[in-house]
């Protein structure tokens, strides 16, 4: 998976390393730090995920909990950053994974409150329309959609999360890729 | 297609999008809330039980005695946690707000009783638990100072927890999600010196 620079709160490996086994030995003040220097990656994987702003914001609470309850897993040899998207990315797929069934009654919805949540950016321009796109990519296609070409994930590492083939996994790209094109083309 | 082809303007597009997007509201508190809950450790006494010399008990095992009667209160205890989900419920029942946003004027009567039922119920537990900690202090020169350094850690985050949750919801008092999250929170304290008593 590809590092991306972070924003003002960027911490560099070292910091965030030390910031890690500080709060694996219970001080939640670094972790606090960990938190405000990710938490707009991990807020931005989550509502690209699922497109929705209420679930966007819980499945983040929920990864940071994760990772806190799993620092001691957390070895430093990768960027904490890395290793927090990580865990984040596996909340995201196992809670939409358990809540499926139900969210197939509900996906031809349209979420207004993600979409004014992406309108409220300062920079609205061509992004926030690729955004809304993504955001009306029929689910699965849409969730490898952003492992891959927004987040960096190989095939492989996006079959083991959603536990999919990596074939399987190819063609929900092409596809996903398909329909945006034809509706930023439509867009037009 | 593949990767190399995607179509240039999703990938010129790609390229602008935001990496990061901050979340409209606070997330931070409620992370902070449960893993202050998640940080609580259950002393291993089995781990530090040693042989004691023919005829005399060691000090846990004297401890052990001595604390059945936290079991006793936390027993309790338990009962008037039950009685402050008992609370949680009927708050859960006000009203919601109109979709006109006009308040009906007995809302503020019912958040009155509501709140001050809380209020009662918490007293009640205070004073099972002021009693509790009392019996925990009485044994506290029997203890390995391990113990009690963990024990007194642990009562330490469950009280920082609960007076963040209690400051907050005495700023909004028909919240229910406070409500729930306080009583959780009471509930915690009790399981944690119900484990206690029975170790």
């Not at chain 1, 927004?150 to 083939?165: F, P």
Request: net charge negative; charged share 30%.
């Amino acid at each position: 998976m590809q590092a991306f620079a972070t924003g003002s709160m960027a911490l560099n490996r070292a910091e965030a390393a030390e910031l890690a086994t500080r709060a694996a030995s219970g001080d939640t003040t670094a972790f606090e730090a960990l938190y405000s220097a990710n938490v707009g990656r991990i807020y931005a994987l989550c509502l690209r995920m699922t497109s929705n702003v209420a679930e966007a914001e819980e499945l983040t609470q929920e990864a940071f909990i994760r990772a806190w309850q799993k620092l001691d897993t957390f070895r430093g040899t990768a960027n904490f950053s890395t290793w927090m998207h990580r865990v984040a990315a596996n909340v995201v797929l196992s809670r939409r994974r358990k809540y499926a069934r139900e969210r197939e009654r509900t996906v031809h919805q349209e979420d207004l409150s993600y979409h004014a949540s992406v309108g409220d950016r300062t920079n609205r321009s061509a992004t926030v329309d690729l955004d809304e796109a993504i955001a009306k990519l029929p689910e699965r296609a849409r969730e490898v959609f952003v492992l891959y070409d927004i987040e960096g994930y190989q095939h492989q590492e996006i079959a083991d999360l959603m536990g999919i083939a990596p074939g399987t996994c190819k063609a929900q790209l092409h596809r996903a890729r398909q329909l945006l094109q034809e509706a930023l083309n439509h867009d037009a | 297609m593949t990767h190399d082809e995607l179509n240039d303007e999703i990938k010129n597009r790609l390229d602008e999008l935001p990496r990061e997007i901050q979340p409209e509201r606070n997330l931070w508190s409620d992370i902070e809330t449960a893993i202050a809950d998640s940080k609580i450790m259950r002393p291993d006494f089995k781990s530090e039980r040693v042989t004691p010399p023919a005829g005399k008990a060691t000090v846990i095992e004297r401890a052990a005695v001595n604390w059945q009667r936290v079991g006793v209160i936390a027993a309790a205890a338990m009962l008037l946690v039950a009685f402050s989900s008992g609370i949680t419920a009927y708050l859960v029942r006000v009203p919601a707000v109109p979709a006109d946003g006009i308040v009906e004027p007995q809302r503020t009567e019912f958040e009155t009783v509501a709140w001050e039922g809380f209020l009662a119920a918490e007293r009640s537990y205070q004073s099972v638990t002021d009693e509790l900690l009392a019996e925990l202090d009485a044994q506290r020169e029997e203890l390995l100072p391990e113990t009690v350094e963990i024990v007194e850690e642990n009562l330490r985050l469950i009280d920082d927890a609960i007076t963040r949750a209690r400051e907050a919801l005495e700023l909004d008092p028909a919240n229910t999600r406070l409500v729930n999250k306080l009583t959780g929170m009471y509930r915690t304290k009790v399981e944690f010196l119900e484990g206690m008593s029975r170790l």
